[in-house]
């Protein structure tokens, strides 16, 4: 929670004016019994109505004030305290669009969502009253009991002696409920992910009909968040039961006891009545200190929370060189590659260069590496030994920002994000005119642009849903060739093609790797005519490099691998 406390830091002087507000408003709550003792003694007792006319209207006066204060307080409660909650929501954002993949591939993005969104929720609600209510309540409390020390000790005493069993159910419970909240936290983080996945899977849940079971496993995750939050119910009933009973208790002692001293004529009976006038008020307070302490203690865990994304090591940081401007030649230097958890090296010993606008096509059985490569490029996981170059220069020393640019990335399994068509091409240069647009999507032959309700200002769907996987895959690809990088990586980008489709995708995409240096994930012989050289990966490992002819020719594996496309000659010369 100290860790937030600075992002009130722009706002603390609405803070500090609804702090400010809020403890004259109590001053208010306090002082109006005390002028009930007054008037009493005074004015009633010597039946005084023009003094009682004046007190009368004096504690009106007071008493309007207070409302006019709460009214106010409540006016610059949110804008004190929304401000913090978006600021810290926008860091929090930016912050998890710094954090590397491994960081993304580890959390489950209903945590993240929970965060950023439930989480925080609650710490702005503890900022914007529950702290306030605790501050308030505390100086209530502490003032008033001093005066009723003051007022007559003895009944004083009996309200002081009162405080101890309720600090010590408070303490006892405490780390309970801390570790009930904590486990509620995560466990609605987990039900969000659920949610997260079945919504978006929910075409293959259907396709197999497996909605019963999904449902299932679904009951089974909000059963124990059920179960969590009765716990904590349950426990916030036993220590808030306290608190109800420990001062109402109180209350009917002190009336017995101040009745006998009245009686006895130890006190006066406007002290009486101040007494347990201000005995009352004070009661909201000291019961309602549990659901203001369990509310702390929420958002003490929900800001451990969010502070858990603020410390996720980074992992990937900025350099600071700039990418020179050469041709964009790409080396490999004895590059190895093992995923943080992995036991097994995803790539080891990898030397490869790609001169400057030639392109590589990588062909490699299924989990050989391909993807994790193409990462390394644009720095989307590091490197974990040997170094990755463009014109010399280690990617690590690069700006990031400025390597992005240079370098654009097409993967298989194309995000689309629920934007226009138009948003979703220009992500990679936001200053791309409408000439270019058109251009790129004729490379990938994305016609069907033109047949959508609004062309390229139709909003596509979550995920781009409403597209097909072959036009989705055409619009990323015309996304990363819009970029105009100095290199282009594609990974297997073709592969949802029909063979048509692929084929004049392919006629076209020559035409746009001329001088642009490329690596190409290819899994047809089609595709690799693309390139002037070819890379067999082998389980993390480079084992031929040469031309296509070369390595059909000489290399039985690469063969093998490409052999889909000798049996489609088949049937075709059968035919002939
Ligand atoms: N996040 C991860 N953590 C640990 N291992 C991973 C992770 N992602 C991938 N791997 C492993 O790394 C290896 C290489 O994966 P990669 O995705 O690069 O294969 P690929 O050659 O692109 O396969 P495909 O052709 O099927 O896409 C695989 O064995 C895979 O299981």
């Known amino acids: 929670m100290r ?34 003792k007054v008037v009493i003694d005074g004015p009633v007792r010597h039946h005084d109505r023009t003094g009682l006319w004046w007190w ?5 006066a007071i008493g309007m004030s207070e409302v006019l204060l709460w009214i106010v307080r409540r006016w610059l409660v949110a804008r004190a305290t929304m401000g913090v909650e978006a600021d810290i929501r926008k860091d929090l954002y930016a912050r998890m669009q710094l954090l590397p993949m491994s960081f993304h591939s580890k959390w489950q993005s209903g945590q993240l969502l929970s965060r950023i969104m439930n989480d925080l929720g609650t710490v702005r609600r503890f900022l914007s009253f529950g702290a306030l209510f605790l501050l ?5 409390i502490v003032v008033t009991t001093l005066i009723l020390l003051a007022m007559y000790w003895p009944l004083g005493l009996v309200v002081v002696v009162s405080v101890v069993p309720i600090c010590v159910t408070v303490l006892r419970n405490e780390r309970k409920f801390t570790a009930l909240s904590r486990k509620a936290q995560d466990q609605s983080g987990r039900v969000a992910t659920h949610v997260e996945e079945s919504a978006l899977g929910l075409r293959a849940i259907k396709s197999f009909g497996r909605e019963d079971y999904v449902y299932d496993r679904f009951d089974t995750q909000v059963k124990e968040l059920y179960d969590i939050q009765v716990g904590k119910v349950s426990l916030q009933a036993t220590f808030w039961t306290i608190l109800e009973v420990i001062p109402n208790v109180t209350l009917i002692l002190v009336l017995g006891l101040g009745a006998t001293a009245a009686g006895q004529g130890r006190i006066t009976l406007g002290t009486l009545v101040a007494f347990i006038t201000m005995m009352l008020s004070i009661v909201w307070p000291i019961a309602s200190m549990g659901f203001f302490l369990s509310m702390t203690q929420e958002s003490m865990t929900a800001a451990d929370r969010i502070v858990e994304v603020f410390d996720a090591p980074r992992e990937i940081l900025d350099g600071a060189g700039l990418v020179p ?28 260069t790609v001169p400057a606008g030639q392109t590589l096509a990588v062909v490699g059985t299924t989990g050989s590496g391909k993807t ?52 979703n091409l220009t992500l990679g240069r936001s200053d791309a005119t409408e000439e270019e647009i058109r251009e790129a999507l004729q490379v990938v032959r994305a016609d069907f642009v033109d047949d959508l309700p609004y062309g390229l200002d139709t909003r596509i769907g979550e995920q781009g849903m409403s597209l097909s996987g072959g036009q989705r895959q055409r619009l990323a690809l015309a996304r990363a060739v819009l970029a105009r990088p100095r290199i282009i990586v594609l990974d297997d980008t073709l592969s949802a093609l029909d063979v048509h489709t692929e084929a004049l995708v392919e006629d076209a995409l020559r035409e746009v790797l001329v001088g642009v240096t490329a690596i190409v994930v290819a899994h047809r012989a089609s595709t690799v005519m693309l390139a002037d050289r070819v890379a067999l990966l082998q389980d993390g490992r480079i084992t031929h490099v040469g031309t296509h002819r070369e390595l059909l020719r000489t290399v039985p594996e690469y063969r093998y691998l490409l052999a889909a496309e000798d049996e489609t ?6 035919a002939r």
């Open 3 to 36: 860790r937030l406390l600075p992002y009130l830091q722009p706002y603390r002087t609405r803070w500090l004016a609804m702090v400010f507000v809020a403890v004259l408003s109590t001053v208010a709550t306090i002082v109006i019994p005390l002028m009930t």
């Open 56 to 60: 009368g209207t004096a504690a009106l």
């Open 136 to 140: 308030l309540n505390t100086i209530q």
């Open 325 to 352: 401007v050469r041709g964009g030649e790409l080396e490999l230097r004895d590059v190895g590659y093992r995923f943080p958890d992995g036991e097994k090296w995803a790539l080891r010993h990898l030397d490869l």
């Open 372 to 423: 994790v490569l193409t990462g390394l490029i644009s720095r989307l996981y590091d490197v974990s030994e040997g170094q990755v170059c463009i014109d010399g220069e280690d990617v690590r020393d690069l700006r990031l920002d400025e390597l992005r640019s240079v370098v654009a990335t097409a993967f298989e399994d194309p995000t689309l994000f629920s934007m226009s068509v138009r948003e």
């Open 569 to 574: 000659a088949v049937p075709a010369g059968g």
